[in-house]
């Protein structure tokens, strides 16, 4: 072994459920193999947002004792609520039958992963927190043998500094790419092995979420409210999600579709809105803010399944997208396409089989889940009625019907400015209501300084010339964090990114209209650094 380089059997890219999982399973199959999980966050559930009612089907398949192992599922989900928000009132309406959750759990997925890399740990796997996986390795075949880590200690320029490390090159037989929604090497490898070539495009969300402590009269654990409706328009796709956790303490959380086509829409806004119905005020009067933070999730669901297999590796968990947005929920299909995909390691690196992820995964109840449900998102991108009328007709055919309904890619739907109407928000009042910068405070951001801007335009002046002249600068509404901000130059209005404002949620690389802004990894431990979000 040569200096700055490791070797391991199976490289993971990411430690959120589907990798976490993936690593346990294999040591349960065979703990003589050697497994090296990556993770960009400081620590195992830093930069890990959820919602999260927490399915434990597939934890119960990779640990059938895991209450008695002090898995963090304490709260069980008792009682489900959905309203029809209008401005002034909130009615309610049947739970669909996805959105039960009996069985389920409220609770912190960065907890959950917390617990499961413990358990890891203790099996033999080795983590690595703070070291982002930047470049994926090649052999002359291009067959990808693992990854390099970016380098510590870089100036904004560029340029070495007197703390500067080189990153550090990981080979591996097989490299699982576990990196969450719109991961930067699972885009590197979408497009380079055009895995995406033979279904739809990927389509997103913005989910952003406070946790409060409310008032003990309030508070009602095990309950679990969802919302659509108001404030958003009938065209937008969105909705809140407010569950009721142990020690008074609220999730709360507002997702909208990044397939809206207003740019004067700014979801973070929306969310403080949200917080001001009738409805909702009296539930977090009295009470505190604790934590804040945003991501992105993929919506797109069984159609928007790219190929999950490429030579050297594969795509699991939210990499691949297998959130099912009827349910709300993509945790437990993360984790269970982990474990398929250590199953089918085991066997290839064990008994000499075939590499056979893809196939095993399609015969799985991740697929049989997601198909039934295919149709119900993108048919609420003819608004809001027909996407309930829609919804109700799929859950009576039962995934049946003799259609798939497209996906289309988010960024392509934002009208131009001069085609849309203003929309005006409320300055916020500092108690219910909040500003992006303060609330950033709460999601403990952490940048090393003078490092380089790991945001990038392809084309600068396409941020003056199109996003600014035609959409109205919606960059600055669209991110969650104030990152991008417009500024008057010597030679007028020009783009400033406050790049250490970032907490990683790529709404910005989704949604810009000309796909000129990439992401790339900062340096290790920098963005957020959420606790039990």
Not at 149 to 159: I, M, V, Y
Not at 173 to 187: F, I, N, Y
Not at 341 to 352: G, I, W
Request: proline share 6%; with cysteine.
């Amino acid at each position: 072994m040569r200096e700055q380089e490791f070797n391991y059997d199976v490289i993971i890219v990411g430690a959120g459920p589907a990798g976490l999982g993936c690593a346990i399973r294999l040591k349960q199959l065979d703990p003589s193999l050697t497994v090296c999980i990556l993770e960009k966050g400081a620590s195992v559930g830093s930069h890990i947002l959820s919602g999260a009612l927490i399915e434990p089907r597939a934890l119960v398949e990779l640990f059938p004792n895991w209450k008695t192992r002090g898995a963090p599922l304490t709260t069980p989900a008792t009682k489900d609520r959905f309203l029809f928000l209008t401005s002034a009132h909130a009615f309610s309406l049947p739970t669909p039958p996805q959105m039960k959750n009996k069985g389920n759990y409220v609770a912190s997925l960065g907890s959950l992963c917390r617990w499961l890399a413990k358990e890891a740990e203790e099996v033999g796997v080795e983590i690595y927190p703070s070291f982002p996986a930047t470049e994926c390795l090649f052999d002359e075949n291009d067959k990808v043998i693992g990854v390099q880590t970016g380098p510590q200690g870089l100036d904004r320029e560029g340029n070495p500094t007197d703390r500067f490390q080189e990153g550090v090159k990981i080979y591996g037989k097989m490299t699982l790419l576990a990196e969450g929604c719109r991961g930067s090497l699972t885009q590197q490898i979408i497009k380079k092995y055009k895995l995406d070539k033979d279904c739809d495009s990927q389509t997103y969300g913005i989910g952003l979420k406070e946790i409060w402590e409310i008032d003990a009269k309030e508070s009602k654990p095990g309950l679990a409210i969802h919302t659509v409706g108001w404030p958003l328009s009938y065209d937008t796709y969105g909705g809140s999600f407010l569950y009721h956790m142990d020690n008074n303490q609220l999730l709360l959380g507002f997702v909208v579709g990044l397939d809206y086509e207003n740019p004067y829409l700014n979801p973070f806004e929306e969310f403080q809105r949200f917080k001001t119905h009738p409805a909702i005020r009296p539930l977090l009067k009295g009470g505190k803010r604790l934590s804040y933070g945003a991501r992105a999730l993929n919506e797109g669901g069984y159609q928007s399944i790219p190929k999950v297999e490429f030579p050297g590796g594969s795509l699991i968990g939210c990499a691949a997208g297998f959130l099912n947005v009827a349910k709300i929920k993509g945790s437990h299909t993360a984790l269970k396409s982990g474990m398929i995909a250590a199953e089918a390691l085991y066997d290839h690196l064990r008994n000499d089989a075939p590499y056979a992820y893809q196939e095993r995964l399609k015969k799985s109840w991740v697929y049989k889940e997601l198909y039934k449900v295919r149709n119900i998102r993108p048919g609420f991108r003819k608004g809001l009625i027909f996407g309930l009328v829609n919804a109700v007709f799929e859950t009576i055919m039962q995934g049946k019907s003799p259609w798939t309904l497209k996906n289309h890619k988010d960024y392509k739907r934002l009208k131009p400015a001069a085609e849309c109407f203003k929309i005006s928000y409320a300055k916020p009042d500092g108690v219910l209501t909040f500003d992006r910068l303060s609330s950033l405070y709460l999601s403990n951001i952490s940048y090393k300084e003078n490092q380089p801007n790991h945001l990038r335009l392809k084309k600068p002046q396409k941020a003056i010339s199109v996003n600014f002249k035609i959409y109205d600068f919606p960059e600055g509404r669209y991110c969650p964090a104030q990152v991008y901000e417009l500024v008057e130059g010597t030679h007028g209005a020009a783009l400033q990114i406050n790049a250490q404002n970032c907490i990683h949620c790529k709404a910005c690389e989704i949604k810009d209209p000309t796909q000129n802004i990439t992401w790339t990894p900062p340096e290790g431990a920098s963005g957020p650094n959420y606790v039990d979000m």
